[in-house]
Nanobody
Framework: QVQLVESGGGLVQPGGSLRLSCVASGFTFSTAMMRWYRQAPGKEREQVAF????????EYPDAVQGRFIISRDNANNTVYLQMNNLKPEDTAVYFC?????????WGQGIQVTVSS
């Protein structure tokens, strides 16, 4: 059974940092493309980071480029999202996403709140 379990969210002040983790199980993690998405209240879910199988390629939208860093540890079936210089507009529920062959999997989501 596939599971993606996120952790590391919480409340942080503007300018602060958080690192999200997503531990995967139930599939061959090292051959899955991994992404992080977020969804703010009243808004559509949006992708904020992508990482290839080996971690050699990463992609970010302009809104988080230079502030967010995605990485993965294939030995421990974990993908990370380091979020720096957080802004109030980064407040959202963050979701881990895996695409393996023709299937897409989602974590349950974790809240990140940026507020003073």
């Amino acid at each position: 059974q596939v599971q993606l379990v996120e952790s590391g969210g919480g409340l942080v002040q503007p300018g602060g940092s958080l690192r999200l983790s997503c531990v995967a199980s139930g599939f061959t993690f090292s051959t899955a493309m991994m992404r992080w998405y977020r969804q703010a209240p009243g808004k559509e879910r949006e992708q904020v980071a992508f990482i290839s199988f080996t971690g050699a390629r990463t992609e970010y939208p302009d809104a988080v480029q230079g502030r967010f860093i995605i990485s993965r540890d294939n030995a421990n079936n974990t993908v990370y999202l380091q979020m720096n210089n957080l802004k109030p507009e980064d407040t959202a529920v963050y979701f881990c996403n895996a695409i393996k062959d023709a299937s897409t999997y989602w974590g349950q989501g974790i809240q990140v709140t940026v507020s003073s």
